[in-house]
């Protein structure tokens, strides 16, 4: 087997997976303690954030804004620059593979008196951005970019902003969280509405902070604000990476596995939810609720039973949706997924990635134009697949690999890094 950061990776069959593991600091806890702390006064703490190449992305975003970023006996420590003192970047700010750094970081800029240019990888300038830069325009911001202001690199310009009514098309928490950013400095209370309520990361934070954030199902109300408190939050363990070790427990025939301080928000545990529907074997144990619910998962081998997967359960899972349809083709019976057509836009075309990763594999998944029909009953096939840039395609397949009937060559596996540099190692771990 290859060893760190390797591009090609070969995982073989585990005879039983057992143990308990820690996972990284929350990616999406860790993207907002570094923008929203660096819009604080004072000194922000981190303990235990989640440091891959989109958070670092976010790191060097607000160091070129003026904020300084250490680490302090495992904590990340950003001295803000306060809400309204961000400084002009010198230069082009790279988001690298982060659409929540560059969508957030242009709600926290707009209607400044600077310039300032987004941009980033070759998938992040292909992502949508109209879904941010509308809703901004109609605040007063000045904000182009390529296709009328569809794809990075996205400008901004000086400008004001106006508080405002906005509805937004897509249950994204990349969307409220950059409007709600803006909103802050407006000239007066904003409302966002979306279509169904996504992670709430953001408003817990600034609520935290000292701004006058409320929510109401899928609707955001946000007074602007002075000043910020600093954030100092201890950071869960992202259940997005948790989740491989939890899909791969509950398709292998010999697997015990407890992730232990597990983030446990609500709005992130849709996978949870649809594994308990599957019948899998699992718990759950919350251990503490505020600021942000924390606890521990343990999963057993399980007898998984098909499901009809949709509506407001898919932004609760948005990115475990291809560990679903990986789950279902182990399960008994037919399962489908709608309303999902949002995992067509993420680091890659994630319904064609998908269904192309677990076809090579030899798992039944059929892409549908919002989601995934899967037959059920298979087991994965030793094969060679690509993970095509997309950091949780490589993790995907290696999840697979862990039960497949024989090793899995994975391609660009180094994705991983992306929001898990340790991944190979705690597989080792869970397989020893
Ligand atoms: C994220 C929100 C989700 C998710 C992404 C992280 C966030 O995206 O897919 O990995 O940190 O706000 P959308 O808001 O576009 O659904």
């Given at each position: 087997m290859?060893?760190?950061?390797?591009?090609?990776?070969?995982?073989a069959?585990?005879?039983?997976?057992?143990?308990?593991?820690t996972?990284?600091g929350?990616?999406?806890?860790t993207?907002?303690?570094?923008?929203?702390?660096?819009l604080?006064?004072g000194?922000?703490?981190?303990?235990?954030?989640?440091?891959?190449?989109?958070?670092?992305?976010s790191?060097?975003l607000v160091?070129?804004?003026?904020?300084?970023?250490?680490?302090?006996?495992?904590a990340?420590?950003?001295?803000?620059?306060?809400?309204h003192g961000?400084a002009?970047?010198?230069?082009?700010?790279?988001?690298?593979?982060?659409g929540?750094?560059?969508?957030?970081?242009?709600?926290?800029?707009?209607?400044?008196?600077?310039?300032a240019?987004?941009?980033?990888?070759?998938s992040?300038?292909?992502?949508?951005?109209?879904?941010?830069?509308r809703?901004?325009?109609?605040?007063?911001?000045?904000v182009?970019?390529?296709?009328?202001?569809?794809l990075?690199?996205?400008?901004?310009?000086?400008?004001?902003?106006?508080?405002?009514?906005?509805?937004?098309?897509?249950?994204?928490a990349?969307?409220?969280?950059?409007?709600?950013?803006?909103?802050?400095?407006?000239?007066?209370?904003?409302?966002i509405?979306q279509?169904?309520?996504s992670?709430?990361?953001?408003?817990?934070?600034l609520?935290?902070?000292g701004?006058r954030?409320?929510t109401d199902g899928a609707?955001?109300?946000?007074?602007p604000?002075?000043?910020?408190?600093?954030?100092?939050?201890?950071?869960?363990g992202?259940l997005?990476?948790?989740?491989?070790?939890?899909?791969?427990?509950?398709?292998?025939?010999?697997?015990?596995?407890?992730?232990?301080g597990?983030?446990?928000?609500p709005?992130?545990t849709?996978?949870?939810?649809?594994?308990r529907?599957?019948?899998?074997?699992?718990e759950?144990?919350v251990e503490?609720?505020?600021?942000e619910?924390?606890?521990a998962?343990?999963?057993?081998?399980?007898?998984?039973r098909?499901?009809?997967?949709?509506?407001?359960?898919?932004?609760?899972?948005?990115?475990?949706?291809?560990?679903?349809?990986?789950?279902?083709?182990?399960?008994?019976?037919?399962?489908r997924?709608?309303?999902?057509?949002?995992?067509?836009?993420?680091?890659?075309?994630?319904l064609?990635?998908?269904?192309r990763?677990?076809?090579?594999?030899?798992?039944?998944?059929?892409?549908?134009?919002?989601?995934?029909?899967v037959?059920?009953g298979?087991?994965?096939?030793g094969?060679?697949v690509?993970?095509?840039?997309d950091?949780?395609m490589?993790?995907?397949?290696a999840a697979?690999?862990l039960?497949?009937?024989?090793?899995?060559?994975?391609?660009?596996?180094d994705?991983?890094a992306?929001?898990?540099p340790?991944?190979w190692d705690?597989?080792?771990?869970l397989?020893?």
């Amino acid at each position: 087997m290859s060893r760190g950061g390797a591009a090609v990776r070969v995982v073989a069959p585990a005879r039983r997976l057992r143990g308990e593991l820690t996972v990284p600091g929350d990616k999406s806890i860790t993207h907002r303690g570094l923008l929203l702390g660096a819009l604080g006064s004072g000194r922000s703490r981190l303990r235990g954030p989640g440091l891959g190449a989109d958070t670092r992305a976010s790191a060097a975003l607000v160091r070129a804004l003026g904020a300084r970023t250490a680490m302090d006996d495992g904590a990340l420590t950003v001295d803000g620059v306060g809400l309204h003192g961000a400084a002009e970047p010198a230069d082009v700010l790279d988001c690298a593979n982060s659409g929540t750094t560059m969508r957030l970081a242009c709600g926290l800029l707009a209607g400044r008196p600077l310039h300032a240019v987004l941009s980033g990888d070759a998938s992040l300038r292909a992502r949508p951005m109209r879904r941010i830069t509308r809703p901004l325009r109609a605040m007063g911001a000045r904000v182009d970019g390529r296709a009328d202001g569809a794809l990075a690199p996205l400008a901004l310009a000086p400008s004001r902003l106006r508080g405002a009514d906005l509805t937004v098309p897509v249950a994204s928490a990349q969307v409220t969280s950059a409007l709600a950013l803006a909103a802050l400095r407006a000239d007066g209370p904003s409302t966002i509405r979306q279509p169904a309520p996504s992670r709430d990361h953001t408003e817990r934070m600034l609520r935290a902070q000292g701004a006058r954030v409320q929510t109401d199902g899928a609707v955001l109300r946000c007074e602007p604000a002075e000043a910020l408190d600093p954030v100092d939050l201890d950071v869960p363990g992202d259940l997005s990476s948790a989740a491989f070790w939890i899909a791969a427990a509950a398709l292998h025939p010999d697997a015990e596995v407890t992730i232990r301080g597990v983030g446990l928000n609500p709005l992130r545990t849709g996978l949870l939810d649809a594994l308990r529907a599957m019948q899998a074997d699992l718990e759950v144990e919350v251990e503490r609720e505020e600021p942000e619910p924390v606890g521990a998962v343990t999963v057993r081998s399980s007898r998984l039973r098909g499901l009809h997967a949709g509506g407001a359960l898919i932004p609760r899972l948005i990115d475990e949706a291809p560990l679903l349809a990986l789950l279902a083709a182990a399960a008994q019976g037919e399962s489908r997924i709608a309303d999902a057509a949002e995992l067509r836009v993420k680091e890659s075309d994630r319904l064609r990635a998908t269904e192309r990763l677990l076809g090579a594999l030899g798992l039944e998944v059929e892409a549908a134009p919002d989601g995934f029909t899967v037959a059920g009953g298979g087991r994965a096939a030793g094969a060679r697949v690509d993970a095509g840039g997309d950091h949780r395609m490589a993790m995907l397949a290696a999840a697979a690999a862990l039960s497949a009937d024989g090793p899995v060559t994975i391609h660009g596996a180094d994705a991983a890094a992306v929001s898990y540099p340790a991944f190979w190692d705690d597989l080792e771990r869970l397989r020893a």
